[in-house]
């Protein structure tokens, strides 16, 4: 329960609207990425690996939040998108197989329209049975998407180092 509290605390707290259910609409989910080494969520749990950060979209305050945490803010489901990421990451031959996974990097413009529509047509389909051509679109793109995780992960590392040197307000 204490969890749960503090988790609702800090999310009024970084909101402009002063009720929760208003609070949990401000927030969209920003990137994502494993760290080994385990971080806290603002809920105060220590050692979580699958991080996402939230983003608010009126005063762009960020936030690291674990991935069971986001569940609980943004009533979608993560662990599925970290898993596959870190399998294309692994594997740049391979595909995201969700179509909402791949709309929002095409949401976010980390992909082109031309990307976007050869990505989803032809997602489901295993390497070996992609053209030459085929196969170096999908890694290009697969590319532009974990370049895009990588930039999300420094731009929050320093906007966090800002902020515990004071030098941020
Ligand atoms: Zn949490």
Known sequence: MKKKYNLTQRILQESV???????????????V???????TCV???TGIKKI?????????KMLLVGSCCTEKVLGIPTDNLLKRLKMISNDLTQALKKLNHVTMFFRKGVISCSDYDFYIST?????????????TWRVAI?????LYMAAAKEQYTNLYMELQNGTRD
């Open 33 to 39: 990425w494993f760290d080994e080494a385990g971080s």
């Open 52 to 60: 996402c950060i939230l983003q608010n979209k009126f005063n762009k």
């Open 17 to 31: 609207h002063n009720s929760y259910w208003l609070c949990k609409e401000e927030w969209f989910l920003h990137s």
């Open 142 to 146: 697969n590319k532009k998407i974990i």
């Open 123 to 135: 997602q489901k389909k295993r390497p070996n049975s992609l053209s030459t051509r085929q196969i």
């Open 43 to 45: 809920c105060g749990k």
